[in-house]
């Protein structure tokens, strides 16, 4: 089986996609064994010598903050943190996120920064190595105070409560826990508030997201790549000089991409026509390079949150210091996932374009991409669908991190919105898959008008690996199971 130790080593989101692509098994490093029991002694050695109000700790929560606690209500105090909290509703949150978030707060707790107990850690992780996963719904969070709802839902299964997935069933979780051995943790002072207020709803949906674009942006370029050859488009703006002149790196590797999936084709090297292409194939270096940087940046900003302490109050026991202050706000994450959402609606809106042209009866390619259009529609409606789908994204674009709706009686009153900017961001990768797919169909139906001529080794690997999946239209068949096959094509390699 293999193992992998959670550290104070940088967690890259690359390790992540490795983590979950292999199944590897989670166990905490000695250091981070140590962290988090030095962090917990020494909590319990303040709260014992201390009589001042600590906020979360012996206080209540949001803008009951000056209410003191006292000693013999803090377990329950944390208890009850997570059961009133855990108020997600909408659709439940995919098993693979889920998972993604166990990792997440696993990474966060190991600090030593939170002062939960070593159990607490050791039990997220018994959840994670058993396929245990809390049933997590999507809707709750305000993406400020932490990921207060979904969090809580995600932690009602420590405590023998809630439900979970387990074995494709979702089941009570005391009965789970029961199968197990496992007793229902008691909670310490502090720890409802650890496991509640941070990032790990809005960070493990952003970090499936760039996982996913990453492995789609290349896609992008190969299927651009098909599309310009069956369109019988120009190589000349795909040239090293003219892109690297502007020096935008996403530009100068989309291009050279671009001239190394197409080298070694008849069709690109064949005389033309025509003296330029249109924007959609001329201009695939500027948009889908600037999609590029976009991520590039999106996930340097993930990568930074994925390896910090979220929740508050932070400990920090060799200075003797408890903050109260913000970091389980969700702005640094916010903002740049509404942006991730705004560069993939533009990789998608471009591909419609494309797909437009290529029915367009120009060029040599009949309208519709079939032999006898007119008693055939061929490919007209794959484009409508494809084009109602870019609008849904489009208005997905709002950045829900424009907006703020105070909460807990004005003491939380500048909210992100982070965790709708995250759940909307997964629907516009998905978006944009499907897209490309219909792309992609488009791109392979209009190579094959071409014959005998071919396109290069590169692009004719995947138009054979395509065809493997989806066959050619001579004539109208129906469409949508088409449609499915290729978005399932590209879904292969999702991360």
Not at 4 to 28: C, D, M, P, Y
Not at 205 to 230: C, F, N, P, Y
Not at 416 to 421: F, K
Request: hydrophobic residues 40%; charged residues 20%.
């Amino acid at each position: 089986m293999i193992n992998h130790e959670i550290s104070a080593q940088w967690l890259t989101i690359e390790k992540v996609g490795e983590i979950l692509r292999t199944g590897a098994h989670l166990s905490l490093s000695e250091d981070a064994r140590h962290r988090i029991t030095a962090c917990r002694e020494y909590l319990d050695h303040k709260i014992e010598s201390h009589t001042e109000p600590v906020y979360g700790i012996n206080t209540g929560f949001g803008s009951l903050c000056n209410i003191s606690i006292n000693k013999d209500d803090l377990s329950q105090l944390q208890k009850n943190l997570v059961m009133s909290h855990a108020c997600g509703l909408g659709d439940r949150v995919s098993p693979m996120v889920v998972k993604l978030m166990l990792l997440l707060k696993i990474q966060s707790l190991s600090y030593g920064n939170s002062g939960v107990q070593l159990v607490t850690v050791e039990r997220l992780i018994d959840f994670y190595n058993n396929d245990v996963l809390p049933v997590v719904y999507s809707q709750g969070s305000l993406g400020a105070s932490g990921d207060l709802a979904p969090l809580a839902n995600l932690s009602l299964p420590l405590l023998g409560l809630g439900d979970v997935l387990f074995e494709g069933e979702i089941r009570p979780a005391a009965e789970v826990l029961s199968r197990f051995g496992w007793e229902p943790v008691v909670l310490g002072s502090k720890e409802g508030l650890a496991l509640l207020n941070g990032t790990q709803f809005m960070s493990a949906h952003g970090v499936w997201a760039i996982l996913q674009t990453r492995r789609l942006v290349e896609k992008a370029d190969e299927i651009a790549a098909m599309s310009l050859d069956a369109f019988d488009g120009r190589i000349e703006p795909f040239g090293p000089q003219v892109n690297e002149v502007r020096n935008h790196r996403g530009q100068i590797d989309v291009a050279a991409h671009m001239r190394l999936l197409l080298e070694g084709s008849q069709l690109i090297a064949r005389h033309k026509e025509h003296v330029q292409d249109c924007y959609s194939f001329r201009c695939i270096p500027q948009v889908h390079g600037a999609v590029r940087d976009t991520l590039t940046y999106v996930g340097s900003v993930l990568e930074k949150e994925i390896n910090s302490p979220t929740d508050n109050p932070t400990i920090f026991p060799e200075d003797d210091i408890i903050v109260s202050a913000g970091n389980f706000h969700g702005e640094p994450i916010a903002m740049p996932m509404d942006f991730l959402a705004v560069a993939l609606t533009e990789l998608s809106s471009i591909s419609e374009r494309r797909i437009y042209k290529l029915i367009s009866g120009t060029r040599g390619l009949p309208s519709f991409l079939v032999a006898r259009p007119g008693l055939n529609s061929g490919f007209m409606i794959p484009q409508y669908a494809a084009a109602s789908v870019v609008n849904q994204s489009k208005g997905l674009c709002w950045p829900t991190s424009c907006d703020s709706i105070p909460s807990s009686q004005g003491q939380e009153d500048h909210v992100s919105m982070g965790a709708n900017a995250a759940t909307k961001l997964l629907r516009v990768v998905d978006n944009t898959r499907r897209v490309l797919a219909i792309e992609l169909m488009n791109a392979a139906q209009a190579l094959e008008f071409r014959r005998p001529a071919h396109s290069s080794p590169a692009i004719e690997a995947l138009f054979a690996d395509y065809r493997d999946e989806v066959p050619f239209v001579d004539v109208d068949t129906v469409m949508y199971p088409l449609i499915d096959k290729s978005i399932k094509f590209l879904e292969k390699c999702l991360y």
